[in-house]
């Protein structure tokens, strides 16, 4: 906020040379006196007119510091309101607009089942053959001697853990395309954090890593994504207005309330994308609009030339509960907290987004990618829109930021007109103070305490009653559907990369998680195994050593390797809270995988005294990071990757030398 003009004359005040000057120059610079009057100093009889050298000055730098500022904030803040009063005009203009959103004229329909869709097929043929050879390079064989079905499909997955997140993936990622392990992979996943990576990836950065790490160094500081200057900055470049508020606006055609999640949405994602275009490079928002629609990131698919990326979101599932209330999905503010620890047979489902489609393998129902957003009922669109901003499902994925969310979203407030979006955001504002309370902290022990975003729910009324019966409680009967950053059940992605469909070989999990030196991978890769009917057993149970300042510290702990066998399904599974539960539904896989856990650990090879857990500047929560900072992580990250590869390489050569004895029956 900038500050009252008293407190600048209060500022001249304080710097005058008499008394009787001080409050003629306080007078002069608030217009009260006109230019003939002219009192005396204190009694050396000079007389100090307006065009005296030292008024003069001070009369400039009050200009200057002061007034011009003030015209400029003044003339920013017109041209906000001015554009976001347009805002809903122009989307209610291009909503129907065919040339721009072509998907208008499709009826989006349900696909039911568990097999894969035609698109995501399609693309594994392709992706087989681009693995082929790259496979044969990388682990140095010669590719006549390789078959094809002998290749295992591999797969990469991030964890959660907020720009330290996204940056680590694309610090790993960096080197994994250097050696040429990128091109092995058939899915790249991620929860939260990393889904930033995946998106900038395959969208402004145009499958270059370098290009998503340079665009982090010009953004991530030094300005917060939420805070005035990054809003006003936002609001203010071209066509910033629209690209951030628009998708606010489509969602309240559709139907749909906007809550404080959908603010973080936009103002983030819309942060995060700005892009300098042009010959004076001034930034643009959206400077590209494919950027925008996930469904476009198909273009960097094509012939296979890049790993499919699922982005991940959960939904609470508490059966017994019935769609009450449109804009509120929980009674309680951390239904992670209260409603889910209280309830053994609650759990979380795992939706997953991909450019093809956004769908639910315990559903067993999907929708185009181009067609989630939209109202649904017995498995048909009942609204063609343009296909849901990215920012919007980023949202989703990335959850919430640490702090109250109340400051952001009043400052998000001070920068609309009023009226804007149905008055929603003044009364986001309240909702979001008076929920907070006591754990409005920097960090907070029960995750994300807001709200989840209000969507269509696709399954609304998808199954047909028996004739003369009602639809029974529960999802199918709920026009809303709810869903929140999937770190909430389990902080990789490995739910989604063992749909049994896709039959994966190896997963790969980087894991920038805050307790990657707890030691409780185990029990995470438990509950997601168990509900897969697989059992995952490290294979060396090495240990870290005591001393910070050995480089060896962490050896043989870059790359561990967990053998997954298949068993029978348990009845009950410890979740992510430490409670024994009922397992929970899920397919369950037909196949062994091995997964290679890569956890963020400090190298003293690489950054000497550096924690990534622990350093203030890498908190999960901060949104804050000098390019210098990024760096260090990246550099990590690197040398991490470097000394785990000789391990990533024996987990690939077992799973092919597993696959060809199984083709060649061979195996017993």
């Known amino acids: 906020m900038h ?28 217009g009260f006196y006109p230019d003939s009057y002219h009192p005396t100093d204190d009694g050396t009889g000079r007389v100090r007119d307006s065009s005296h050298p030292t008024i003069q000055n001070k009369m400039k730098d009050f200009w200057k510091n002061t007034m011009e500022p003030a015209i400029a904030d003044a003339t ?3 041209n906000i309101v001015k554009s976001a009063l347009m805002v809903e005009s122009n989307v209610n203009q291009d909503i129907n607009n065919v040339t721009r959103f072509p998907e208008i004229l499709k009826v989006a329909e349900v696909r039911r089942g568990l ?11 392709m992706r087989k053959v681009h693995v082929r050879n790259c496979f044969a390079r990388y682990m140095g064989l010669d590719p006549a001697s390789v078959h094809p079905d002998d290749i295992p499909t591999v797969s990469f997955g991030g964890s959660g853990g907020g720009f330290r997140a996204m940056i680590a993936v694309l610090g790993y990622s960096q080197e994994m395309k250097n050696t040429g392990l990128w091109d092995l992979f058939t899915y790249v996943a991620g929860v939260s954090g990393s889904c930033w ?49 628009g998708p606010l606006a489509q969602k309240r055609k559709s139907g749909l309330s906007t809550v404080a999640m959908d603010l973080y949405s936009v103002f983030t994602t819309g942060y995060v994308f700005l892009h300098p275009h042009g010959p004076s490079q001034q930034d643009v928002a959206g400077h590209q609009s494919t950027w925008y629609k996930w469904s476009h990131a198909r273009d960097h698919l094509e012939g296979g030339k890049e790993p499919l990326p699922i982005i991940t979101a959960i939904r609470h599932e508490r059966p017994w509960k019935d769609w009450e209330d449109k804009s509120q999905p929980f009674r309680e503010p951390d239904h992670s907290a209260i409603e889910h620890k209280a309830a053994k047979d609650a759990w979380f489902q795992w939706f997953e987004m991909t450019p093809f489609e956004v769908g639910c393998d315990e559903l067993e129902a999907w929708v185009p990618t181009w067609g989630f957003g939209r109202p649904f009922e017995q498995g048909r669109s009942t609204m063609q ?25 009043s400052t998000i407030k001070r920068q609309l007109p009023p009226g804007f979006i149905g008055d929603s955001i003044s009364e986001i504002a309240s909702q979001v103070s008076s929920y907070w309370g006591k ?20 399954v609304f009324h998808l199954s047909k009653p028996p004739p003369g019966k009602s639809y029974p409680p529960g999802l199918e009967n709920s026009p809303r559907i709810h869903l929140v950053d999937s770190g909430m059940d389990n902080n990789c992605p490995t739910y989604v990369l063992l749909h049994p469909s896709r039959e994966v070989d190896v997963i790969l999990n980087m894991d920038a998680s805050s307790d990657v030196q707890k030691d409780t991978f185990q029990e995470r890769v438990d509950q997601i195994g168990s509900r897969r009917g697989l059992k995952f057993t490290r294979r060396n149970n090495l240990k870290a050593g005591t001393d910070e300042k050995d480089p060896d510290r962490f050896k043989g702990l870059y790359a561990q390797i967990y053998d997954g066998t298949l068993i029978e399904r348990p009845q009950t599974v410890v979740d992510s809270y430490g409670n024994k539960v009922t397992n929970p539904p899920a397919p369950v896989c037909h196949r062994e995988c091995t997964m290679v856990y890569m956890p963020l650990l400090p190298n003293e090879r690489a950054v000497p005294g550096f924690d990534p857990s622990t350093a203030k500047f890498s908190g999960s929560y901060n949104l ?27 987990a690939l050569g077992h799973a092919w030398l597993r696959k060809k004895a199984i083709r060649e029956g061979t195996r017993v």
């Not at 097999?115 to 043929?125: A, N, S, T, Y």
């Not at 010009?218 to 809003?231: G, K, N, Y």
């Open 3 to 30: 500050r009252r003009e008293d407190d600048d004359y209060e500022k001249y005040f304080r710097q005058s040379e008499t008394a009787e000057q001080q409050d003629y120059e306080a007078n002069l610079l608030r």
């Open 385 to 409: 829109l343009p296909e849901q901003s990215l920012s919007l499902l980023l949202g989703l994925a990335t959850g919430a930021p640490a702090g109250p969310l109340s400051s952001y979203i």
């Open 76 to 78: 920013v803040n017109v």
């Open 624 to 650: 804050v990071w000098t390019p210098e900072q990024i760096d260090i992580l990246v550099k990590v990250c690197v040398q991490n990757f470097k000394d785990g590869e000789g391990a990533i390489k024996m």
């Open 115 to 125: 097999d894969l869709g035609l698109e995501e097929r399609r693309f594994l043929e």
């Open 439 to 458: 754990q409005g902290t920097e960090e907070f022990e029960n995750h994300h305490p807001l709200h989840a975003s209000n969507e269509h729910n696709f």
């Open 197 to 245: 990576a995946l998106a900038g990836y395959y969208t402004f950065g145009e499958a270059s890593v370098e290009k998503v790490i340079e665009n982090c160094k010009d953004r991530f500081h030094p300005d917060h994504p939420l805070s005035p200057e990054a809003i006003r900055k936002l609001l203010t470049v071209p066509d910033g207005a629209y690209v951030t508020l």
